[in-house]
């Protein structure tokens, strides 16, 4: 069994996101119940509702990245799949296909499943470059998915 996921994972699934929305969510929080005078700027209802805006968004844009994020280790007949509460073993047998996106050093990777599984039809993981060339190297047959 061999880890092709990055470690960065963990940081960007559960400790970036969860640091960002309570210091922002703290800040959006005192943007809009704040209504001393000394501070004109957080009088105004635009910006209460821009700040309010902004944290939506980019909420939103972390749950549909980095919260679809996984962990992923890899063996020559099948792969575990962890979203760190819980963990899964799927074969190779039941993936129609892997999609790599090239992003900055690492990659992209999606595997898409012929059928529903336990964490969805697609599985998402940002994979560390030289560990997963090298697993895909090391086993043609579960390379010969990669479309």
């Not at 119940?33 to 009088?43: C, G, V």
Request: no cysteine; charged share 15%; glycine share 4%.
């Amino acid at each position: 069994m061999q880890r092709v996921s990055t470690n960065a994972t963990l940081f960007l699934k559960l400790f970036f996101p969860v640091y960002w929305a309570v210091f922002f969510g703290m800040f959006t929080l005192f943007a809009l119940f704040y209504n001393d005078s000394e501070l004109i700027i957080f009088q105004s209802w635009t910006v209460k509702f821009t700040v309010l805006g902004i944290y939506i968004l980019f909420f939103l844009l972390f749950y549909f990245t980095l919260f679809q994020l996984q962990r992923v280790e890899m063996a020559d007949t099948h792969y575990v799949v962890s979203n760190y509460l819980n963990t899964y073993k799927y074969v190779f047998e039941d993936v129609e296909k892997i999609t790599e996106t090239p992003f900055l050093r690492w990659i992209i990777v999606s595997i898409h499943l012929k059928g529903k599984g336990s964490l969805g039809k697609k599985i998402i993981f940002l994979a560390n470059k030289r560990l997963y060339t090298d697993f895909m190297n090391e086993n043609p047959s579960v390379s010969s998915l990669r479309v």
